[in-house]
């Protein structure tokens, strides 16, 4: 998939076609979790979703993004029995979160958060994202 790389065991990416759909359970992933907003997509994606896989919608963007949307992707993650993709359109939305959720479970700060970005190539500073991560902390 597009950009994909995993923070803390959870898989984050892009858009995947349809083929890596497809082949989601042949990879053992379990649980998929789409943050794009239905305007985004030209078709929806959930009848594409192979069955066994648990399938969230969690639409949000840069500007959009709200501590509920953490939330509901945390509990679609802890609801999940194996391994979880997140995604966006190109990847770093689904890493902002995926990042927060991995930063709450170790008991970190926002830079724990901003960390585990970095480190799984996506750069916070100059979008909306760094302020959201630096709020959700406080």
Not at 29 to 49: C, F, H, Q
């Amino acid at each position: 998939m597009k950009n994909e790389t995993q923070i803390d065991g959870i898989i984050v990416a892009g858009q995947p076609t349809d083929e890596e759909l497809a082949g989601l359970a042949e990879r053992g992933i379990r649980t998929l979790i789409n943050v794009r907003p239905a305007d985004e997509l030209d078709e929806p994606e959930a009848p594409k979703v192979p069955s066994g896989i648990a399938y969230s919608e969690v639409p949000f963007t840069g500007l959009t993004l709200r501590a509920e949307h953490v939330r509901r992707i945390r509990e679609a993650l802890d609801a999940g029995d194996g391994p979880a993709v997140i995604h966006c359109a190109a990847g770093t939305r689904a890493a902002v979160v995926a990042a927060i959720v991995a930063s709450e479970r170790a008991g970190e700060d926002a830079r724990g958060a901003l960390e585990r970005l970095a480190k799984a190539g996506f750069e916070a500073d100059g979008s909306p994202y760094r302020g959201f991560i630096e709020r959700y902390f406080f």
